[in-house]
């Protein structure tokens, strides 16, 4: 029988040079993919160009007088019925920075001190869940999860420290905790020693510490897992970190504004930023969905987990009580799923370099720079923006004018007037210093209730400068002590005839 053969052409191996072999090619492609994931929120904070906070025009003001007296205030300076009564600034090192800033870059240094503190807190952020995580999958979407659920932080205040000190402290926990190396808890005391002097929120980082030091005594007790981190070295970093909370200006009597500030209860329904999370908009939906996903890993553990049930129950209790405070939950959370979560099984070990952090960095902040030319953020911008929020063209007039006080005003235009009419205020952002009674007081009169002629503040006043639409600017229109000098868009200037 006959065999047919068919003559096949002869194969030859490829001798073409082949891209990068493909572990390179992952770990450029990740280093690419982090760089851009380290300048997103930085950027997004940029793309808002938010230089209008209205408690950041106190705060500069603060810094100025810091740098004119070449001392730190212990009395009120800028408010007309409570001059001279006790006053902490607490934040004061924030408020040299920023108003360094200021007198630096104009504007434009207020918006790049949030752009640089956002770059800042998404680094910490990435090295936490990376030292956590090895699925980069699930690092990228648990560090851009958390920067987003803090969206509506992204304004100059100096709670953007607080956010980094506490990511940073977490990360250093958390290590501690997992391998037992105790070396980076000495940069504890460091931290806290600044966040004493920046914001008055280092309570917060010091709740979780203690938490820390708790944790390895309710294990002994058969509650919860135990960890690599003992009681000793645990309470010892809380000793010496409290211990350093005390170099500040005002030693132990800050702790004195810390309870003042947690337990004024009457501020909560008045202060948007510290409302409950109304779950209007996504950023609280992700929140929300962020603490969910804790509770359910932590809830399918086989062992009891004592530091992340706790530090999650914290994260809820002062997330949800208020939405200034959602970055507990943000970060508690990530912290959480990260150190649970198992990388997936086909999962390739792709070990990047140690520069990887550094490099990916370092490209993230020339992307932001370049992001400042790219959508033309100057001083003119700002300048124009801040002009459709505060009554600039109203301070010009009754500087013009030269109307003298006392200056009546509400609570949103208090701060700015501190900074710009450089006259005693009725009213401005210090929730704490003014204290629920005075708040409600003015919450009253700005609402025309009926007893509105009775607040001492107002019938005292000389000057009332108040938003066109305002109840109380109706009720000045049509009485004949008080005389209209100015009105635009903005504002509305009354002088008082008498």
Known sequence: ?????????????????????????????????????????????????????????????????????????????????????????????????????????????????????????????????????????????????????????YTPRPWLFTILFFAIELDILMQARRTGRMRELLWLPVIFALWSNIHIQFID???????????????TRGIGQKARLGFAPAAAAFAASGLATLANPYSWHIYRVAYDLASQAGVLDKITELRAIAFRGIVDWVVLALAICATVVLARQRQFRFFETALLAFGIYVGFRSQRDVWVIAIGAVAILASVISPRANLKDIQLPRFTQTFAAVAAALLVLAGFRVMHVNNALLETQIEKTYPVKAVAAIQAGHYSGPLYNNFDWGGYLIWALRMPVAMDGRAAFYGDQAIDRSVATWGAEPDWKSDPLLTKAGLVIAPPKAALSQLLRADSSYRLVYEDKIAVVFVAQR
């Open 1 to 153: 029988m006959a065999t047919l053969t068919v003559a096949l052409p002869e194969t030859k191996p490829d001798t073409r040079p082949s891209a990068l072999p493909a572990g390179r090619a992952d770990r450029y492609a990740q280093m690419v993919v982090l760089s851009l994931l380290l300048a997103a929120p930085a950027i997004m904070c940029l793309h808002s160009a938010v230089a209008n906070d209205p408690d950041i025009w106190w705060h500069m003001r603060t810094g100025e007088w810091v740098v004119q007296h070449h001392a730190i205030p212990r009395v009120d300076i800028f408010s007309g019925p409570y001059a001279g009564k006790p006053w902490q600034a607490y934040s004061w090192l924030f408020e040299l920075l920023t108003f360094g800033l200021f007198h630096r870059f104009g504007l434009v240094g207020i918006v790049g001190y949030s752009v640089g503190m956002l770059l800042a807190i998404t680094c910490a952020l990435s090295h936490l869940v990376r030292r956590l995580q090895a699925d980069f999958t699930v690092v990228a979407l648990l560090v851009f999860s958390s920067c987003f659920a803090m969206g509506h932080l």
């Open 205 to 219: 980082g010091l709740v979780v510490l203690g938490l820390a030091m708790i944790e390895p005594i309710a294990a």
